[in-house]
């Protein structure tokens, strides 16, 4: 059974995230499928070396007879250390298994891991996975909170459910005092809000382009709305964070 224990994290930006953990139960599915496919990749590398190999000796017979067999050990190592860490370098903390579970690894702050982590967090797979079946991994989950295996540990990272868009609403209701104090802020809308804060949360994920194109059609969107202008110099994400602010503060959550 998944853990409902949440992650709360104050970002840099005073965005207060909760994000759900995720428990044992998610984890092994994605590993189960994940394995899956690392086997379906080893019997496909053997296919090919078995059926190219004579092939390949016979219109290279200059090659070391070795170099077959040792290419093909190479392929199966790389598939067994290099799937994990590179699928959750390119897709930001996820893996087939993973994507398809809906679950991701992020760093304890809520921000995506990087190369680093993710290689890091994936070499002490070899020491979770002993005396066989993650028996050191599963152990270590169910001995904290949040569910984190030893590899989660070295590299400061936690596995959390995705929350999609459309969960993020804040409910809230405008302060008539608040709005006065601030042109235009009554112009505001919780949906709106709800973009900025997406934006906030996500924008170290997406390429500096499109984080530059998308920060610049927001604030261009809240301007033309309240009339609100950035401060000389002031740089569009910083524009962003104080409009969030006046908004949140303007508002009474619950």
């Known amino acids: 059974m998944d853990s409902f224990e949440q992650l709360n994290i104050d970002t840099p930006e005073q965005i207060a995230l909760e994000l759900p953990l995720a428990g044992i139960g998610s ?3 994605a590993i189960a499928i994940d ?24 219109m290279f017979n200059f090659l070391p007879r070795l170099i077959g067999p040792a290419l093909a050990i190479f392929i199966l190592f790389a598939i067994y250390w290099g799937y994990f860490a590179i699928f959750e ?12 579970a809906g679950i991701r690894v992020i760093k304890e702050s809520g921000r995506p891991i990087n190369a680093f982590e993710a290689v890091g967090r994936n070499l002490m797979r070899a020491v979770d996975v002993l005396p066989g079946i993650y028996g050191v991994g ?5 001995l904290n ?19 999609p868009t459309e969960d993020v609403r804040p409910s809230w209701n405008t302060s008539t005092e608040s709005s006065s104090s601030t042109p235009g802020l009554g112009q505001m809308t919780a949906e709106e809000l709800v973009l900025i804060e997406t934006y906030l949360s996500r924008r170290w994920e997406l390429d500096p382009e499109v984080r530059l194109r998308t920060a610049i059609q ?19 994400d910083d524009f962003l964070e104080e409009a969030a ?8 959550f619950h």
């Open 35 to 58: 394995t899956l496919i690392q086997v379906a990749l080893y019997i496909l590398t053997a296919i090919v070396f078995v059926i190219m190999l004579p092939l390949g000796f016979s």
């Open 27 to 29: 984890r092994f599915l």
């Open 218 to 236: 927001i604030a261009d969107r809240i301007k033309a709305k309240t009339g609100w202008e950035s401060q000389d110099r002031q740089h569009v």
């Open 145 to 163: 909170r949040q569910s984190r295996r030893l590899g989660d540990f070295v590299a400061g990272t936690v596995v959390v459910h995705e929350k």
């Open 138 to 142: 599963l152990v270590c989950m169910m």
């Open 245 to 252: 602010r006046k908004i949140r503060d303007s508002g009474r």
């Open 89 to 100: 370098i390119l897709w930001k903390g996820q893996t087939p298994g993973k994507r398809f």
